[in-house]
């Protein structure tokens, strides 16, 4: 909510060829409390006031000589072209006012001022320009929050992605089916790999794993459950033995419904001793 402090610290313009209506304007906003009420009487200074200092209110006069407050208000939208154009006219002429919200105007205020009328127009109106720059104010700070959130993550997944790389061989990603759908790391060159269109196939033909290692590992997978560190085995084509130690967990949607694996994986052939 917009406080009563903030509608009288809004900035207001007055814009009117008559000193005489500037300076009663200027009494009625000042008796009312308003602090920061500027005024000219000279319509062609207008846009250049507003690009300055980004009023919240403007109180425009429509008939004044050289230039009317129908074009400045046509210039003003040069300015607010994407915004809210804050203007408040102010007429003596009733058929103006259709054509004045046409143009751009969110209210009116009629000539001979009533003083209860102007005071509630204004403050109503206030409220809304400070409604809608408040909204704004807080779009840009989501959208920037946005953006350095999306920073972060980008950093996270790349800090993630190198860790992975330092401390294993192979990242992997299978879904709910038992599919690989995600594999970083030179996997491929070591176990035989090939994209069959958008997953990921264990191919390598002639190679022979160790089926109880094999089934032990199907059943956690299975199960849904976690492992770490798990060591299975394999025969090569060229008759030497590979071991590969993998760890993998559940993944799960905000739901709690399974969608797949994820873990990374390791060669530790050197470690365990190649065999014959």
Same mark, same amino acid.
């Given at each position: ?11 207001? %313009? ?8 500037? #300076? ?31 009023? *919240?209110?403007?109180? %425009?006069? #429509?008939? $004044? /000589? ?9 210039? =003003? !939208? ?9 203007? %408040? ?7 103006? !006012? #259709? ?6 105007? !969110? +209210? ?5 001022? *009533? ?17 809608? !720059?408040? %909204? ?38 299978? &879904?709910?089916? @038992? ?23 264990? *191919? +390598? /033909?002639?190679?022979?794993? &160790? ?9 956690? #997978?299975?199960?849904?459950? /976690?492992?770490? &560190? ?13 071991? =590969?130690?993998?760890? @993998?967990? /559940?993944?799960? +949607? ?12 390791? &060669?530790?052939? *050197?470690? $365990?001793?190649?065999?014959?």
């Amino acid at each position: 909510m917009i406080s009563a402090e903030e509608i009288l610290n809004a900035s207001i %313009l007055i814009v009117d060829d008559q000193p005489s209506n500037v #300076l009663l304007l200027e009494q009625m906003l000042d008796d009312a409390g308003y602090t920061h009420v500027a005024s000219t009487t000279d319509p062609y200074k207008v846009c250049d006031l507003h690009e300055q200092n980004r009023y *919240d209110l403007i109180l %425009l006069d #429509l008939q $004044m /000589p050289g230039m009317d407050g129908f074009q400045v208000m046509e210039e =003003l !939208k040069g300015i607010e072209s994407a915004s809210y154009l804050p203007v %408040l006219v102010i007429t003596a002429q009733p058929g103006h !006012k #259709l054509r004045a919200l046409a143009a751009g105007a !969110k +209210d009116f205020i009629s000539k001979p001022f *009533d003083l209860l009328e102007v005071q509630t127009r204004i403050r109503n109106m206030l409220e809304v320009r400070l409604l809608y !720059k408040e %909204l704004g104010n807080y779009n840009q700070l989501l959208e920037q929050t946005v953006i350095e959130r999306t920073a972060e993550l980008r950093i996270s997944e790349e800090r993630f992605r190198r860790l992975t790389e330092l401390s294993s061989d192979w990242y992997w990603e299978q &879904d709910r089916h @038992g599919e690989f759908v995600k594999i970083y790391g030179p996997v491929f060159e070591m176990l035989g790999i090939r994209v069959d269109g958008s997953s990921v196939r264990i *191919d +390598d /033909p002639g190679v022979v794993w &160790d089926e109880e290692e094999r089934a032990v590992l199907e059943a956690n #997978l299975a199960a849904r459950k /976690p492992f770490l &560190d798990f060591v299975y085995s394999r025969n090569k084509i060229d008759g030497t033995r590979q071991y =590969l130690m993998v760890s @993998g967990e /559940p993944m799960f +949607d905000l739901s709690g419904r399974f969608i797949g694996y994820r873990g990374i994986g390791k &060669d530790v052939t *050197d470690s $365990m001793g190649s065999q014959k």
